[in-house]
């Protein structure tokens, strides 16, 4: 049984302006575990391209270059380069986002609190 999304009007509406923002942007989703960070980039980004990545126990250096690999399947050539830290990765990403053209291009980050 899906449970229902509640209570999350005032995020979306505010995650959606981004999107259908004339300048590209890049945005942190910031929380503890289980609270619904995931489900609710996906409620707001609804059919649009998008790539999804949830972290796990391994190495962070292994869980970065996945991520890269993630981002490079909606802007190409992400994943050449190699991120020593999670700070360049995010950077870059938040760079890549802003460079590129067009209405409403924008990068959404999910970070769990641990």
Same mark, same amino acid.
């Given at each position: 049984?899906?449970?229902?999304?509640?209570?999350?009007?005032?995020?979306?509406?505010?995650?959606?302006?981004?999107?259908?923002?004339?300048?590209?942007?890049?945005?942190?989703?910031?929380?503890?575990?289980?609270?619904?960070?995931?489900?609710? $980039?996906?409620?707001?980004?609804?059919?649009?391209?998008?790539?999804?990545?949830?972290?796990?126990?391994?190495?962070?250096?292994?869980?970065?270059?996945?991520?890269?690999?993630?981002?490079?399947?909606?802007?190409?050539?992400?994943?050449?380069?190699?991120?020593?830290?999670?700070?360049?990765?995010?950077?870059?990403?938040?760079?890549?986002?802003?460079?590129?053209?067009?209405?409403?291009?924008?990068? $959404?980050?999910?970070?769990?609190?641990?």
């Amino acid at each position: 049984m899906k449970l229902p999304f509640l209570n999350r009007g005032d995020e979306l509406r505010r995650i959606r302006k981004r999107l259908k923002g004339q300048e590209p942007s890049f945005s942190c989703i910031y929380g503890r575990r289980r609270i619904g960070k995931s489900r609710l $980039i996906r409620q707001a980004v609804g059919k649009l391209p998008a790539a999804s990545y949830v972290g796990d126990e391994r190495d962070e250096s292994l869980q970065r270059a996945a991520l890269a690999r993630v981002i490079d399947s909606i802007l190409p050539g992400f994943s050449r380069v190699h991120y020593p830290d999670w700070e360049p990765l995010i950077g870059q990403a938040g760079v890549t986002v802003a460079s590129h053209t067009g209405p409403g291009a924008v990068g $959404i980050a999910c970070v769990t609190a641990t």
